[in-house]
């Protein structure tokens, strides 16, 4: 019969395991050494060598648990009363984890088809796969049969539950026929199969001396090796933490979520008690009594919820250790998860200042570990999370997603400049060329509605930047933008071929993604291959593409759409971890990661319901009542794993415990672990210390300088820096908003438009004014025939060529075509009964006036729209908005004085030529100022009139005209400012430069009322 140990919390676990082989004497070489993970046994093998009392030693062969089948060469299982290995176990290969996952999904939509719950895509298909891979795990985890899941669901259930045994065939009957068919078994089911065939083995023909450490045997395999190797004459196992101190009492009141239930449990299944666990010998070499007194305390504060009534005499047996068992341990309850993160890096960073001293945060909350990761570099601090990136956000693994969601978004901007702006896109150029070439189309093509599809979209895009009346291209820019596109053309070979909406097969598609992808990744010196498959994401990456490969076949034809889908759903729980520790003294660690490792310091971070412990999730598979039926385990079992954890980490001499109130913007809730060290501290009149940490953090982001509020900024340019020429519509917004002209005007900066913007104001404008110019131009007004034949026919043609030359553009013509027929069926009653007093039509005209100020001229110029000349000799001037119009109110406050400015323009003969070179009007007096608003919808169009019910339009240009000389004359002072939004009341937008003016740094709730 072997022996069953424990080493409790307080002990460095590997320290004592290492310590206590030396010491038995036995040859260690010829011993064997279970651990529960690679990390531990790499741990294991450091203990012995720092212990060892020579330079040289055979050391034991340490394995861990969960590799037993692969390592140990465990081919052969003897049968009862037969020899060891003389019968050979006949297992079929274990599936490929790439292969399980695309085969369970093909059943899953082949089944979804059969019972008329069709499943809608292929990448739900993999998510669904994930879904019943782990229900297959956890009943091969449990060794409960899956089969017996068909009798689950009876009567007391509700419908649904059938519905769902129904869908679950997939793994009871369809799954285990497929694997037949392949010749292949699951791989949890294998691996269970493979332990059982060993524990035969070793009861039959014992391996040697064996020692199982460190593991708590949570799976029901594990738990039944652990069983037979202590049951083995020179099999030793050697438990991690187990209360030897706690009263009977407690011991039987022990439910899943305790961290002593599992060990209760296992010694259950071994057929001990726990009197029959002894103290591993070299335990009681490690003389703590602070660490010591740290483990009595923790076991009260996690005492099941049933004998917590033995808190009231808490004081009588824990009063005289617990200064000491306080000694050492802080709890740090930060307001943020970013204070929370920083505070810990603190404390990391802090370890280092002593030579030799070690520190390790562990956490399940991977956004805290990489926040804390990040954070150390502030001090050129590198530590990898032992976690591990998922593929999908490394450098390669982002790459080819990318890369694929720009292919089958056919090159529309927004994906195009994600995937050629990643740092791995360098087209076979020397580094920031292509990213250069990129910013360029970034900045002068790819703005403002989106484009048609593909790289024939981009150079029609290109052509038309290069021909459009605002912010064109030059020469020089257009032959660069035109060479930018020949590249692409040459990088992206493959991705028209691929285009087509037509499912194809999944390796076609993959292939030519990857070869995409090496083009794209190639640069001046390194071929594409080796620039992308190199670095640990890159070995990652090309593991993962050749899965999907041999693979690729179970997908069969994909639409080029679904592929990125795919392929997200696919690296989804594909993990890239470190290959080596990056940092000889600080580690990152999860909590499986962290079984058996030590420390000098140790932070538990992210203590909060939901993080540390995870919910208790039953799945959306089964329920409880049917978990229970079938024999599986409560899902609090897995809160009792997560409490041993923390027990084992709390009996680590310094301890920080750490947590953020609120995260996400919603307070959290703490720990249960957490509230009762709490209670249980206070009931005995101590606190807990939170240590300088919070403190040191606000002291560390405290600027130098206090802060203040900054002003309304109020730039004041030279004179001769400032403009000596504007337009009447920027009038206005000198008038409402003077920071944008210096920002445009003086400091020469241009708006950028979104990225595939909605049609905006500008295009259908242009559009919209340039059909009504065409009409007016090709059927003008004539004494015998004031409107044409058929005129909403010939309307409508100019609108099809006019929007057919904005194809490059196709949100603009299928947002605004529509529109534009309504606005046609109100333009030509109302252009028909206008045109009576019309006798002729100016459209587009330029003009410019000069108005002398006190050191110079400056040029007033504008394009009006239109301007009729009426029977009387009197003027009218349009503007056609297909926006909302300013109303007469506005205009009497100086706030809109575009057309006002026109009327007393045309009466000084400025208008006197059209865009065509043709005359315009000669100077006379204005009748008419008005808006035509022209938005289609509800209301297509409405003449909205400029002037108020007591002035004329002379009038009102007048006054315009000298409110603009009054103002352009203040502004040639240099002690005007250009402030920013000055009257912000008349502003109902964002400005184009408010950010640069820092708006919403300084406006108050006041400036906007």
């Known amino acids: 019969m072997g022996q069953v140990f424990t080493i409790p919390p307080h002990v460095p676990f590997l320290r004592a395991l290492a310590r206590g082989l030396l010491e038995r004497g036995d040859q260690l070489a010829d011993v064997t050494v279970l651990v529960p993970t690679r ?24 394995r861990p648990l969960g590799d037993v089948d692969e390592e140990m060469g465990l081919e052969g299982a003897a049968p009862a009363g037969g020899d060891a290995g003389d019968v050979p176990l006949s297992l079929p290969p274990a599936i490929a984890p790439m292969h399980r996952r695309l085969a369970l999904a093909e059943i899953i939509r082949a089944h979804g088809d059969k019972i008329e719950r069709p499943i809608a895509s292929a990448a739900q298909a993999i998510a669904l796969a994930d879904d019943l891979g782990a229900l297959l795990d956890t009943f091969a985890a449990q060794d409960v049969d899956i089969t017996r899941l068909k009798d689950a669901v009876h009567g007391d259930y509700a419908d649904h539950w059938t519905e769902t045994l129904r869908f679950l ?46 593991s708590t045997g949570s799976l029901k395999a594990t738990a039944d090796m652990l069983s037979t190797i202590a049951g083995m004459d020179e099999g030793m196992v050697v438990l991690p933490g187990l209360d030897t101190g706690m009263e009977p009492r407690a011991w039987d009141a022990l439910e899943p979520a305790h961290p002593q239930f599992g060990l209760r449990l296992l010694l259950s299944r071994m057929g001990l008690e726990r009197d029959d666990v002894a103290l591993w010998p070299a335990a009681g070499t490690e003389d703590d009594t602070a660490a010591a007194a740290r483990t009595r305390l923790v076991s009260e504060a996690l005492r099941p919820a049933e004998t917590t009534d033995a808190w009231r005499d808490a004081g009588a047996h824990l009063g005289d250790v617990a200064e000491a068992a306080l000694d050492g341990l802080t709890m740090v309850s930060a307001d943020s998860p970013q204070l929370e993160s920083l505070a810990i890096s603190l404390a990391l960073r802090g370890a280092l200042e002593t030579p030799g001293r070690t520190a390790a945060l562990v956490t399940p909350d991977r956004n805290l570990a990489r926040r804390v990761a990040a954070d150390l570099a502030r001090w050129d601090i590198a530590v990898d999370d032992s976690g591990g990136q998922p593929l999908a956000h490394t450098r390669t693994g982002s790459f080819l997603l990318l890369v694929a969601e720009m292919l089958a978004a056919q090159c529309a901007p927004v994906p195009l400049l994600a995937a050629l702006k990643h740092p791995l896109a360098q087209g076979g150029q020397a580094q920031g060329l292509l990213h250069r070439d990129v910013e360029f189309l970034d900045k002068r093509v790819l703005r403002g509605p989106r484009p048609a599809p593909g790289l024939a979209g981009l150079a029609d895009a290109i052509t038309a930047a290069a021909t459009r009346p605002h912010n064109k291209l030059h020469e020089k ?57 190199s670095g640990t994401s890159g070995e990652a990456g090309a593991q993962f593409i050749a899965d999907l490969l041999e693979n690729a ?108 109130e609120r995260a996400d913007g919603q307070p959290t809730v703490p720990s249960r672990w957490w509230l009762r060290l709490e209670n249980l501290v206070s009931g005995l009149g101590k606190t807990i210390d939170s240590g300088p940490w919070l403190a040191l953090v606000r002291a560390y982001d405290r600027p130098v300088v206090e802060a203040r509020q900054i002003e309304r900024p109020t730039p004041r340019p030279p004179v001769d820096k400032r ?98 027929l309504q606005v046609a069926d109100w333009f030509v009653p109302w252009e028909t009964a206008r045109r009576a007093r019309i006798l002729t039509t100016f459209v587009e005209l330029k003009g410019e006036l000069s108005l002398p100020l006190l050191t110079r001229d400056f040029t007033l110029s504008g394009i009006a729209d239109r301007i009729d000349l009426f029977t009387d000799g009197t003027l009218a001037i349009l503007d056609y908005k297909t926006g909302t119009a300013p109303t007469a109110k506005q205009t009497d406050a ?43 919808g509800r209301e297509p ?14 009038t009102t240009g007048e006054d315009a005209l000298e409110h603009t000389r009054a103002l352009l004359a203040r502004f040639e002072e240099e002690e005007t400012p250009y402030i920013s939004r000055p009257r912000p009341q008349f502003l109902s937008y964002d400005g184009p430069f408010d950010h640069l003016a820092r708006v919403k740094e300084w406006q108050t709730v006041s400036d906007t009322e």
């Open 941 to 954: 169009g409405k003449v909205v009139s400029a002037t108020g019910k007591d002035k004329d339009a002379m």
């Open 477 to 533: 820019d257009h032959a660069r933008a035109r060479a930018i596109h020949a590249r692409l053309e040459t990088l992206l070979t493959g991705a028209g071929a691929i285009a087509d909406t037509a499912p194809q097969p999944a390796a076609r598609l993959i292939e030519t993604h990857i070869a995409i992808c090496e083009a794209l990744a190639a640069t001046d010196t390194l071929p594409g291959a080796q620039a992308l498959w």
């Open 894 to 936: 100086k706030f809109s004085v575009q057309l006002p400015l026109e009327a007393a323009m045309a009466a000084r003969g400025a208008f006197e030529h059209q865009k065509d070179g043709s005359a315009g009007p000669v100077a006379a007096q204005t009748s008419e100022l008005a808006y035509v608003e022209l938005k289609g």
């Open 553 to 660: 076949v179970l997908l069969g034809d994909v639409p080029l759409s679904d592929y990125p889908a795919i392929l997200g759903a696919l690296m989804t729980g594909r993990m890239v971890r470190p290959k080596r520790r990056s940092h000889g003294r600080l580690q990152i660690l999860g909590p499986l990661e962290a079984r058996l490792q030590q420390a000098d310091l140790l932070v538990l971070g992210g203590l909060n319901e939901g993080v540390w412990p995870q919910r208790a999730e039953t799945g959306a598979w089964i329920n409880r009542p049917m978990r229970a039926q079938l024999g599986l385990e409560a899902p609090e079992r897995l809160i009792g794993l997560a409490a041993h954890d923390v027990a084992q980490g709390l009996g680590t001499r310094e301890v920080i415990l750490t947590r953020a």
């Open 723 to 820: 403009p000596t020429r504007l337009s009447v519509t920027r009038i206005n917004e000198l008038f409402r908003d003077p920071y944008a002209i210096y920002a445009g005007h003086v400091l020469k900066l241009d708006e950028l438009d979104a990225l595939e913007a909605d049609a905006g104001a500008r295009e259908r404008g242009d559009i919209i004014h340039g059909i009504l110019e065409r009409f007016s131009r090709d059927y003008p007004v004539t004494l015998d025939t004031p409107m044409p034949d058929n005129a909403y026919a010939r309307l409508i043609a100019i609108g099809e060529a006019m929007f057919q030359a904005a194809a490059t553009r196709p949100a603009v013509r299928a947002i605004w075509w529509p529109r534009f």
């Open 169 to 214: 065939e997939v793994i009871t009957d369809s799954w285990p026929d497929m694997l037949a068919s392949l010749g292949l078994t699951d791989p949890s089911a294998r691996r269970a199969a493979l332990i059982e065939a060993t524990c035969r083995r070793w009861r039959d023909a014992p391996p040697g001396p064996i020692v199982a450490a460190g």
């Open 39 to 62: 990390r531990a046994a790499r741990a294991l093998v450091e203990e012995f060598l720092a212990q060892a009392p020579t330079d040289a030693l055979l050391l034991p062969a340490i």
